[in-house]
Nanobody, 118 residues
Framework: QVQLVESGGGLVQAGGSLRLSCAAS????????MAWYRQTPGKQRELVAT???????NYADSVKGRFTISRDNAKNTLFLQMNSLKPEDTAVYYC????????????WGQGTQVTVSS
């Protein structure tokens, strides 16, 4: 089992910035895929950004140029830097990891609320 704990969410005005953190209970150096998703009430969970071993980061079109995903392996932490926030970015943001592409093993964090006011 891997525990993921997100933090950094909150209330911010449009145009502002937030940095989300996802602290893992194990070493993340060898984890193949780490990602951020978000979800609003009544909608499916949406992939926001992905960090996969051997690949460039991948972003949803709606956040390209504004959000940056990164890892700090020494701190076992995944980050999502969110700039130029818009009201439509309001959602619960979830951290996701998939240690290996060869198994279905995967873990989710508990989510952190991001609210962007206009």
């Amino acid at each position: 089992q891997v525990q993921l704990v997100e933090s950094g969410g909150g209330l911010v005005q449009a145009g502002g910035s937030l940095r989300l953190s996802c602290a893992a209970s194990r070493d993340i150096f060898s984890i193949n895929t780490m990602a951020w998703y978000r979800q609003t009430p009544g909608k499916q969970r949406e992939l926001v950004a992905t960090s996969a071993t051997g690949h460039s980061p991948n972003y949803a079109d709606s956040v390209k140029g504004r959000f940056t995903i990164s890892r700090d392996n020494a701190k076992n932490t995944l980050f999502l830097q969110m700039n130029s926030l818009k009201p439509e970015d309001t959602a619960v943001y979830y951290c996701y990891i998939r240690p290996s592409p060869w198994t279905t093993e995967a873990y989710w964090g508990q989510g952190t609320q991001v609210t962007v006011s206009s």
